[in-house]
């Protein structure tokens, strides 16, 4: 970035194909960070707007005003507000979508307030004529005092032109307020407003006292000027409403000149699809169908890309092992970061595959169908509409699930969806209950077509769905959290996804989950492999012991090395911490070695299976699943002589699987989103709890 | 005095004056404002929430929202 470089701020209302705009511009010189202090993703980007001139455009979060009610809106003013030379954005771009543009203006007429250079992108004309829209473009700039463009982003069209717009805007560097909201409302008390600082524009002055949103350049004096404003607010709140009527008014008065809809031009394709989408029961039935068809797809699309990671890294392993030099780092890249890595990466296809279809669901207006369907329902739990979103990606993982709760506006509604988003079985567990499943369930079908081992799995997913409803109700009743709540939730057009935002939308879904659980995943598999790996005394020794056993045994070079890595592993710091568990986990009918993959998986549930087959000395070139089971499936509890993994075991095991949440990321995402440790550390315990306790009663009845 | 929950499918009303100091900021912001026109598109069961469009804006609103926001119906 360079110090010409125009400072460009994209604005506008959601679903105006402001994200389109952005990737026009952009291409692929993006990327996204973090606002100081705030958790919400800054997308910042570089666009040649000629052959000289360079502009970074920040697409700040789709608002329908600057006066915020989330935190993604709060950006909003905050970036506006900011007087820094080097953050203060030079030129604001503001997309407005053709068919809602009176909608669309309130927010430029309140952005053109804060007199700041200003340009108007109208999105969508290609649809103007279906619609029978005609605008007068000379006039309405004239009206607007600004540059206005017409554009279709998704078309490529009037790019060329908004680039010219933005250089000159920026070289005229003027700009004017356009609704002056000052005289129509009350002269006397803007005009003490407008004296408390020459700094400002009035606009601004207003929105720090509406906002409570003080910029850092403030003095002290203004501020608490500022602050005496405050006092009355009732008066506060009248000025704002006479505020947004008096806009409207100013709009109407514009658009009455200038824009014109001849509704018998226009087809009603939208009428008639809303007809059956939002339908009060087949409105259901298609939703169901598309989550039936969204989870076939997951399992059946990803299985070959995870299959192929899963044999890829493994090979990195082996060839690492070969080719490098013995050694402690040797062995901390093999067993301790390449499998890391690769207990990441295997979980991309999935994730890529569920958010994808979350994104065309979005990009076509479907998802706020959705909302509407189910928001009274959602509501008896103590959700939002929105909660379903959540809900339904957190069966890929919670990570982003619970990045999308941020939607929600009402903290109680958004807090119980945090709470109860890891009860959905999430792609981690999946590895988990397929290998149970496979030890206790026998293949067979029941009624001639069933698959009883498929049928078990789909009871499992139930049983999250069913777990985290029931938990939402109890939440609901319980808990007592001040919010104010107000929902509304705009419905947007239907229109075709665009395959850029899509794919933009899969690869920032799956950026957040490399790097929010991968960073998390991939230390504690080292922590957990420097535990696995060293020792007190009889860790050190376990070679000696075994080898000096070995001439009484009559083994065979193969098996003495089974036996140190087991004797090893059993000696090992983790093996001690298993052993130390083990009085706990007896009643679930778990042992120290069961005890070991609970703990180890606390990184990610899937470790689960690697670490069993570790610990069941499975060799490390022949680490296939079916190996892991014959060796599970043969493993024998020496209290009873029975099988180890018999089917109280197994279904003790996946019933705490189902609930506890071993999940070390979402832990760290919780306490991220909820701002502090309370409401982590009551999920975590919480869900240990019933964890142990439906494990606990599962274990005892059956056997 | 009949409010927007009390309109049926199709029907249109014209939000009141006195409606003004009762709606939400933000609604009023997405151009839920006195004299706007305003049509009821469709009912989730149980007539929670609301798919109306007001002022050209299409928007789902809870029926408590709904409940306070007082219309005149059109003759």
Redesign the interface.
Same mark, same amino acid.
């Given at each position: 970035m360079s110090k010409n470089d125009i400072k460009v701020a994209l604005i506008g209302n959601p679903n105006t194909g402001k994200t389109s705009l952005f990737n026009q511009l952009t291409g692929l010189n993006q990327k996204v960070g973090n606002y100081p202090g705030v958790t919400v993703d800054k997308k910042e980007g570089t666009s040649k707007l000629s052959a000289t001139q360079n502009a970074i455009i920040t697409d700040l979060p789709g608002t329908?005003?600057i006066?915020p009610?989330s935190l993604d809106e709060s950006i909003v003013l905050k970036t506006l507000l900011k007087k820094d030379i080097k953050e203060s954005p030079d030129v604001i771009l503001v997309v407005a979508d053709v068919?809602?543009l009176?909608?669309n203006l309130?927010l430029f007429s309140q952005i053109k307030d804060l007199e700041i250079p200003t340009v108007l992108a109208i999105n969508m004309v290609d649809q103007m004529h279906r619609k029978g829209i005609s605008i007068d473009l000379s006039l309405l700039k004239k009206e607007l005092n600004t540059e206005v463009i017409l554009i279709s982003a998704r078309k490529s069209e009037g790019i060329d032109e908004i680039k010219e717009a933005i250089i000159r805007c920026h070289i005229a560097a003027k700009a004017s307020p356009l609704c002056g909201i000052d005289h129509k409302i009350d002269p006397d008390y803007f005009h003490k407003l407008k004296e408390i600082s020459p700094n400002y524009s009035l606009y601004e002055l207003w929105l720090m006292v509406t906002q409570s949103n003080f910029p850092e350049t403030i003095t002290k004096e203004e501020k608490e000027k500022l602050l005496s404003f405050k006092q009355d607010t009732s008066k506060l709140?009248?000025y704002?409403?006479k505020e947004?009527?008096y806009r409207?008014q100013e709009i109407n008065k514009i658009l009455k000149k200038t824009y014109i809809v001849d509704k018998t031009k226009a087809t009603d394709l939208?009428?008639r699809l809303?007809?059956i989408f939002?339908h009060?029961i087949f409105g259901y039935v298609l939703f169901s169908l598309i989550l039936l068809v969204i989870f076939q797809s997951i399992f059946d699309l990803a299985s070959v890309p995870m299959d192929l990671i899963d044999g890829t890294f493994a090979q990195i392993a082996d060839f690492a092992k070969s080719n490098l030099p013995k050694g402690v780092l040797t062995d901390l890249l093999t067993e301790g970061i390449i499998p890391g890595i690769g207990g990441v990466i295997i979980f991309i296809p999935q994730i890529a595959i569920l958010f994808l279809f979350i994104a065309i669901l979005e990009e076509t207006g479907y998802m706020?169908r959705v909302? &509407?369907?189910m928001?009274?329902i959602m509501r008896r739990f103590g959700m939002n509409?929105k909660s379903v979103i959540p809900l339904i990606s957190g069966t890929a993982c919670a990570i982003p699930a619970i990045m999308a709760t941020r939607t929600i506006s009402s903290w109680k509604e958004r807090l119980i969806t945090i709470l109860v988003t890891p009860f959905t079985t999430c792609s981690a567990r999946l590895p988990v209950y397929a290998i149970l499943i496979a030890l206790i369930i026998p293949d067979i079908k029941i009624f001639g077509f069933l698959n009883l081992q498929g049928l078990v799995l789909l009871l499992l997913y139930a049983l999250g769905f069913a777990s985290a409803i029931i938990a939402a109700y109890i939440l609901h009743k319980t808990l007592k959290v001040e919010s104010k709540s107000? &929902?509304?939730?705009?419905?947007?057009?239907y229109k075709l996804p665009s395959i850029k935002n899509v794919f933009f939308e899969v690869v920032e879904k799956t950026k957040a989950f490399v790097f929010g659980a991968g960073k998390i995943i991939l230390a504690l598999s080292i922590v957990l492999w420097f535990l696995a790996s060293n020792g007190g005394s009889s860790y050190k020794n376990a070679q000696k012991t075994v080898v000096e056993n070995a001439a009484y045994q009559h083994l065979n070079e193969d098996e003495i090395q089974q036996k140190i890595a087991s004797l090893k592993l059993e000696n090992s710091y983790i093996g001690m911490l298993g052993k130390t568990i083990e009085p706990v986990i007896r009643p679930l009918g778990y042992d120290w070695k069961i005890g070991i993959a609970l703990i180890t998986s606390f990184a990610a549930r899937e470790v689960f299976v690697g670490t069993l087959a570790t610990i069941y000395s499975v060799e490390a070139d022949d680490e296939n699943t079916s190996t892991i089971k014959e060796k599970m499936a043969s493993e024998i509890n020496p209290d009873t002589g029975e099988k180890r993994f018999n089917f109280p075991v197994g279904m003790s095991l996946m019933i705490f699987y189902a609930f506890a949440m071993q999940c070390m990321a979402t832990f760290a995402i919780v306490k991220r989103e909820t701002k502090g440790w309370k409401w982590p550390l009551i999920q975590l315990f919480g869900l240990a709890f019933l964890a142990y306790i439906s494990s606990f009663l599962t274990y005892q009845i059956l056997s | 005095m009949s409010t927007i929950a009390d309109l049926h499918k199709g029907e249109i009303g014209y939000i009141s004056e006195e409606s003004l100091d009762v709606i939400p900021l933000k609604l009023l912001e997405m151009g839920c404002i006195p004299g706007a026109e305003v049509i009821l598109i469709q009912l989730a069961p149980l007539k929670d929430p609301l798919y109306i469009c007001v002022n050209g804006s299409h928007l789902a609103i809870r029926k408590e929202t709904a409940d306070l926001i007082k219309i005149l119906k059109s003759e």
């Open positions: 329908y005003s006066n009610t068919e809602n009176k909608r309130l709140k009248k704002q409403h947004t009527i409207y939208r009428g809303d007809k939002t009060r706020s909302v &509407f369907l928001d009274k509409g107000f &929902f509304v939730v705009e419905m947007p057009n | -």
